[in-house]
């Protein structure tokens, strides 16, 4: 089985910052990856998919990069809505998920 | 709209059984996978079972060791989890979820429903 790990765990951040968050498959996976950004209470929303493609009415400050193994989310400019948790996932060969990335306010 | 609304949620006794449903609207069911994804209090995602779009094809989390059945009826746009032999750890908020890509099960969750409390407790 693929296993998916994000890093860090937590990351405190300010409104502004850059932030990048890390996905590691066990092995390649080529691009079949996604981000969810959760909310608490909430179900988790589609933000990014094939690794880099935006989904419809993300803001662009949202980008994704990497192949293979390895993986990142990046918000260019943290806004305070951006306050969530945010998940990987593996697709395309059974759909395996990160442990989460909290980003909470420094 | 797409809309996804879980119901069949509550409280069960371990080693009882209940039944989730996921009803559909604001788009095609029977052209689309499904599937279930489930979030212990405090904790992550983790994916249950998948359904393909006809119904003939399903796949389900080796953890679960064969105790959840997922089903659909297309004639009425709704997604079943039927859970057998439940256990405290399967505590957890349930979400269904669809596939994008019409006939197509390889691919990533684009709509989320909002998800129903299953909590097992004596």
């Known amino acids: 089985d693929i296993q998916m790990t994000q890093s860090p765990s937590t990351l405190s951040a300010s409104v502004g910052d850059r932030v990048t968050i890390t996905c590691r498959a066990s092995?390649?996976?080529?691009?079949?990856l996604a981000w969810y950004q959760q909310k608490p209470g909430k179900a988790p929303k589609l933000l990014i998919y094939?690794?880099?493609n935006l989904e419809s009415g993300v803001p662009s400050r949202f980008s994704g990069s990497g192949s293979g193994t390895e993986f990142t989310l990046t918000i260019s400019s943290l806004q305070p809505d951006d306050f969530a948790t945010y998940y990987c996932?593996?697709?395309?060969?059974?759909?395996?998920f990160g442990q989460g990335t909290k980003v909470e306010i420094k | 709209e797409v809309q996804l609304l879980e119901s069949g949620g509550g409280l069960v006794q371990p080693g009882g059984s209940l039944r989730l449903s996921c009803a559909a609207s604001?788009?095609?069911?029977?052209?689309?996978?499904m599937s279930w994804v489930r979030q212990a209090p405090g904790k992550g995602l983790e994916w249950v079972s998948t359904?393909?779009?006809?119904?003939?094809?399903?796949y389900s989390a080796d953890s679960l060791k064969g105790r959840f059945t997922i089903s659909r009826d297309n004639s009425k746009n709704t997604l079943f989890l039927q859970m057998n032999s439940l256990r405290a750890e399967d505590t957890a908020v349930y979400y269904c979820?669809?596939?994008?890509?019409?006939?197509?099960?390889?691919?990533?969750?684009?709509?989320w429903g909002r998800g129903t409390l299953v909590t097992v407790s004596s």
């Open positions: 094939k690794a880099s």
């Open positions: 359904i393909s779009d006809s119904g003939d094809s399903t």
């Open positions: 092995q390649s996976i080529s691009s079949w």
């Open positions: 604001g788009f095609t069911f029977s052209s689309y996978a």
């Open positions: 996932q593996h697709y395309n060969s059974y759909w395996t």
């Open positions: 979820a669809s596939h994008y890509g019409v006939k197509s099960i390889a691919y990533y969750f684009d709509y």
